[in-house]
């Protein structure tokens, strides 16, 4: 069996080897987009010491195996790989990886795009933001789920401690 399309770790990821992988054995290929997000040192006006991300096992992947199989159906696609790190992480930390192949640029770029606006309003993981001021759970943002809403899908996570 190849690469796993999600994989949920603590550990670090390196963007080439990533890549290298996903496009392996595949000819057909014309086109990789990608997405790293890292954690930033300020959030909400406030500096970010250190952040802690949890999730459900088992739940936490079935849910964004799910969502790709949703872009597939969307997008004319090649292949997926999505990396989420738990546990606490650092200002530059990576966070997040979502790299996504396709014969053309444009299925490539929106196919990430869907990926990640899923990501950030429905997968469930928790994070945790520790300030000067003590540690804050992050709750979803309207921005966040307005971002989904334009792929037609309805989220209401805003306020609910999710994020």
């Known amino acids: 069996m190849g690469t796993p399309r999600?994989?949920?770790?603590?550990?670090?990821?390196?963007?080439?080897?990533?890549?290298?992988?996903?496009?392996?054995?595949?000819?057909?290929?014309?086109?990789?987009?990608?997405?790293?997000?890292?954690?930033?040192?300020?959030?909400?006006?406030?500096?970010?010491?250190?952040?802690?991300?949890?999730?459900?096992?088992?739940?936490?992947?079935?849910?964004?195996?799910?969502?790709?199989?949703?872009?597939?159906?969307?997008?004319?696609?090649?292949?997926?790989?999505?990396?989420?790190?738990?546990?606490?992480?650092?200002?530059?930390?990576?966070?997040?990886?979502?790299a996504v192949t396709s014969a053309h640029r444009g299925d490539a770029f929106q196919a990430c795009e869907f990926l990640m606006d899923y990501l950030k309003t429905q997968a469930p993981f928790w994070k945790k933001e520790h300030t000067p001021d003590g540690a804050r759970w992050v709750d979803a943002r309207s921005s966040d789920d307005a971002a989904l809403a334009r792929w037609g899908i309805r989220a209401d996570n805003a306020g609910a401690g999710q994020g």
């Open 6 to 98: 999600v994989s949920i770790q603590a550990e670090d990821f390196d963007l080439s080897t990533e890549v290298a992988r996903l496009r392996q054995g595949d000819a057909g290929v014309g086109a990789v987009a990608t997405f790293v997000g890292t954690v930033r040192d300020v959030s909400d006006g406030q500096g970010v010491q250190r952040m802690e991300l949890e999730h459900y096992p088992g739940m936490t992947e079935k849910s964004i195996e799910a969502m790709i199989d949703e872009a597939q159906r969307r997008f004319r696609i090649r292949g997926v790989r999505v990396i989420h790190r738990v546990g606490p992480l650092l200002p530059g930390d990576q966070i997040v990886l979502v």
